[in-house]
């Protein structure tokens, strides 16, 4: 499954490391899923996560980027045909697009109204647990 990160799920993921959030993130370092992005998106990440008021330690936040940055998908994205309510997430939607990604999975569904989302599936952490789990074969979990 491929999918696409919005910050906000990688930082309340490390923050509550038992939500669906962090079940994602296991996702990808169980290599379930397969992130993908584009440059932009990791700086993002990057810069989200170094902000001081969440305290994180930057080494083993630069390794776990690294990691899925390795891992993931480079998507070559275009501009979008729509434009979003807030312009900072239109490269979350632009790299869904660009990769053919399964989910784009955000904590703001709001920011991606369903009439502008180019037919890409977009959905919560918790949703993505779910379809997940009724993409598994029998016994699995």
Known sequence: ????????????????????????????????AQLCYDARILSEHRAVLARPKFGFDPEPIAAL???????????????LPVTLPDPD?????EAALAAHADHLVTGNLRHFP????????????????????????????
Do not use: W
């Open 1 to 32: 499954m491929k999918i696409v990160l919005d910050s906000n799920v990688l930082v309340t993921a490390l923050l509550s490391p038992y939500g669906s959030p962090a079940q994602v993130l296991q996702m990808l370092l169980s290599e379930q």
């Open 65 to 79: 980027l690294d990691y899925l940055e390795k891992m993931g998908i480079l998507a070559a994205t275009s501009p």
């Open 89 to 93: 997430d239109e490269m979350f939607l």
């Open 114 to 141: 369903a009439h502008r989302r180019c037919g890409v599936s977009v959905v919560s952490p918790a949703e993505l647990i779910r379809l997940s789990r009724a993409d598994s074969p029998p016994g699995v979990e």
